[in-house]
Structures are given as structure tokens and as C-alpha cells.
């Protein structure tokens, strides 16, 4: 003899087996925000690696064509290597009188010893 059902119909069920089912619906639910947190935390951090790594290609890109400046080591180093150039160039400067002054004593000297040998 089946029963159907209906508004009226009534049916025990233990409550230890009520409790049971509370305690499963509370620790699935649970589970379920501390899931969707750890998805939000992880997706947080992979975005901010995502700007890092945006930002590192940038830099990478654009320190090596002075877009983004020089660090105080560098401009003191782009100085000194300007004063060497600039004694680099007084030197060749010296040298070419130098190289002047030789050729020029030796006319002389040929010049005093042509008439010495004649």
C-alpha cells in the first residue's frame, strides 16, 4: 500500500541523523568559501606577478636607452671619462708639436752640417 504525498503527509526521521545533516551542510559550506578564498588570494597574487613582470620588461627595455635616467654613479663616471678625453686630446696636441719640433731639428742639424761637410 503505497501513500502518496502530500501537504499532510508526515514522516520521522531520527535527530541524530538531522544533526548529522546540519553538521555535512555547515562543513561543506565551509569548504566552500575557503575554497573561493584561496581561489581569490591566488588570483590576486598572479595578477600583481603579472605587473611585476610588466613592469620588469619595461624597465629592462627602456634603462638600457636612458628613458628612465642614470643612476649618480653613472653621471659621475660619464664626467670623469670626459676628463680623460679631454687630456687624451691635449696629449695628441703635445705630441704632434713634439713630432713637429723633431722633424724640424733635424732640417736644422742637416742644415749646419751641409755647409760643415763641404
Do not use: C
Not at 575554497?35 to 611585476?52: L, Y
Not at 643612476?71 to 679631454?86: C, H, S, T
Amino acid at each position: 500500500m503505497a501513500q502518496r504525498l502530500s501537504e499532510t503527509t508526515e514522516f520521522s526521521i531520527p535527530l541524530k541523523s538531522i544533526i548529522g545533516m546540519l553538521v555535512a551542510v555547515g562543513l561543506g559550506t565551509g569548504a566552500y568559501f575557503e575554497a573561493m578564498e584561496r581561489i581569490g588570494k591566488i588570483e590576486h597574487e598572479f595578477q600583481m606577478i603579472q605587473m611585476s613582470v610588466k613592469a620588469n620588461s619595461e624597465f629592462r627595455i627602456r634603462w638600457p636607452r636612458g628613458e628612465l635616467g642614470s643612476l649618480p654613479a653613472d653621471a659621475k663616471q660619464d664626467l670623469l671619462i670626459e676628463g680623460l678625453e679631454r687630456k687624451a686630446d691635449r696629449l695628441e696636441k703635445r705630441l704632434e708639436r713634439v713630432d713637429d719640433l723633431q722633424v724640424r731639428t733635424k732640417l736644422i742639424e742637416q742644415r749646419l752640417e751641409g755647409p760643415a761637410k763641404k
